[in-house]
C-alpha cells in the first residue's frame, strides 16, 4: 500500500514538473504583452517629450525689456518667483535660452501701452531661469496663467503657458492642461513656483 501511494506521489510529481515550463511560459508571454502595451517612459520632463504648445493670445507684445524681475514700483498682488530649468528631450540643460514673460497683474488686466509685468531672459550655463513677479489676477473667462515664449538657441519659438494648481477656474479653462501646472510652495508669505521647462533640438 505505502508502494502504491508513493508511485501514484511520483506520477503526478512528474505531470506538475511537465507543465510548470508551460505556465512559466504562459505568464512570461502575458507579463511580455502587458509591457509591450504600457505607455513608453517620457525622454524628461512631465508626462510628455517636450512642453506642450499653447496659443500665443491677443496681449503678446515684441522687445519687451531684458530683466528678471517684473516687480515695479506700486504694483499689487501676491509676490511669486517662478524658477528651473530648460531641458532637451534627453534632459540636457539648455544654456542661453531665451524665455519672455507676460501676465495679467492683480485686477485682471494687460500692459498694451508700456512693458509692466512684460520680460525677457536667458538661462544660465547650468539651465536655470528664475523670474520674479506676482500672481496674476482672473482674466475674463479664463484661470490664472503666466504666458511665456521659449526658444533655445537657433531653434523654433515654443509659446505656451503656466498654470497655478488649486484654481477654481482650471476646471472651465478650455485652454487648461496638467502637464503645464506650476508646483507651489509658500515661502514666508511669497509663492515660490517651480516648472522644468522640455524642448526638442533634433
Known sequence: ???????????????LGAALPAVVLSMWGTRRSHAQELAPTPACGHGEASTPRQM???FFKPRSPRRTSLLDTGL??????????????????????????????DAGDYDNTGYRLRGHQFTDSAGRYRLET????????????IHVKLQAP???VLTTQLYFPNEPGNRDDFLFRPELLLTISDA????AGRFDFVVTLA
Open 1 to 15: 500500500m505505502p508502494d502504491r501511494r508513493r508511485t501514484a506521489d511520483r506520477r503526478n510529481l512528474l505531470r
Open 56 to 58: 500665443e493670445g491677443p
Open 76 to 105: 499689487r498682488g501676491t509676490r511669486c518667483v517662478v524658477s528651473g530649468l530648460v531641458l532637451s528631450t534627453t534632459c540636457q540643460p539648455i544654456e542661453g535660452a531665451l524665455l519672455d514673460f507676460w501676465q495679467c497683474d
Open 134 to 145: 506676482i500672481v496674476p489676477g482672473l482674466y475674463p473667462g479664463r484661470t490664472r496663467h
Open 154 to 156: 537657433g531653434r523654433p
Open 188 to 191: 514666508g508669505g511669497v509663492q
